[in-house]
């Protein structure tokens, strides 16, 4: 929870630092983003504002890349570099990149998890000597062993779908003269800690997995 804290932390002060600076071709965050996926010949694909802060997402099931105020308006290297990141989310969608079709076929099992999950411990913290009295004790962490199984792998997979698209991001707002080799730099800093978020989520997952399964373990020995 400390190390989540502290990487949101910094990526908000990036975030809020790079937002500050404007870009030299003077560039909204929508109009990055039209652009890039025109480049990519994705036509199909809208680009809309989406209310809060650090909301940035592509939604493939309506194919929209959903821009915050900040990045949709924004004229910053900040703004340039999440409106182009989403986009590589929406040219993985377009050439069919394995790891996000992976990702996406995962959604459904892992709504599912979280949902018998948040149950589980619900039920655990409101009502666990009626739980603990019903069901024998192993049956209880092996579905929370499965669930957590299900949301690591899915934390998982999530890691190269986002490090994908950030480097389709930078090599095209690179390539094609959005952003100057500063501008690229302060770009390529905040997506990093954008995808430190990922890592951190991955890894609670991964050590929250392992001691529930320790504990499953040894209540078998």
Same mark, same amino acid.
């Given at each position: 929870?400390?190390?989540?804290? !502290?990487?949101?932390?910094? /990526? ?34 809208? @680009?809309?504002? @989406? ?13 929209? @890349? ?27 969608? !377009?050439?069919?990149?394995?790891? /996000? ?43 929370? @062993? ?12 999530? /890691? ?48 929250? /997995? ?12």
């Amino acid at each position: 929870m400390i190390v989540s804290y !502290a990487v949101n932390t910094r /990526l908000k002060n990036k975030f809020k630092k790079y937002s500050q600076i404007g870009l030299r071709s003077n560039l909204s965050g929508r109009e990055i983003a039209e652009r890039m996926l025109s480049d990519n010949k994705i036509y199909d694909v809208q @680009v809309v504002s @989406v209310q809060g802060t650090l909301t940035d997402h592509y939604n493939p099931s309506n194919k929209t @890349v959903n821009l915050s105020p900040e990045v949709y308006h924004g004229r910053s290297a900040a703004a340039a570099a999440i409106a182009a990141h989403e986009c590589g989310h929406a040219v993985q969608h !377009a050439t069919a990149y394995s790891f /996000l079709k992976f990702r996406s076929a995962m959604v459904p099992l892992q709504n599912v998890s979280a949902r018998v999950l948040n149950f589980v411990i619900m039920v655990s913290i409101f009502g666990g000597f009626l739980l603990y009295s019903s069901f024998p004790t192993n049956l209880i962490l092996t579905v929370i @062993v499965g669930c957590y199984s299900v949301i690591t792998l899915f934390s998982i997979v999530t /890691l190269p779908v986002e490090f994908d698209a950030s480097k389709r991001a930078l090599a095209w707002i690179g390539s094609h003269g959005i952003v100057n080799s500063q501008e690229h730099e302060m770009a390529k800093d905040a997506l990093k800690w954008a995808a430190m978020t990922y890592v951190v989520a991955a890894l609670g997952s991964l050590v929250t /997995l392992m001691y529930y399964l320790m504990i499953l373990l040894g209540n078998r020995d």
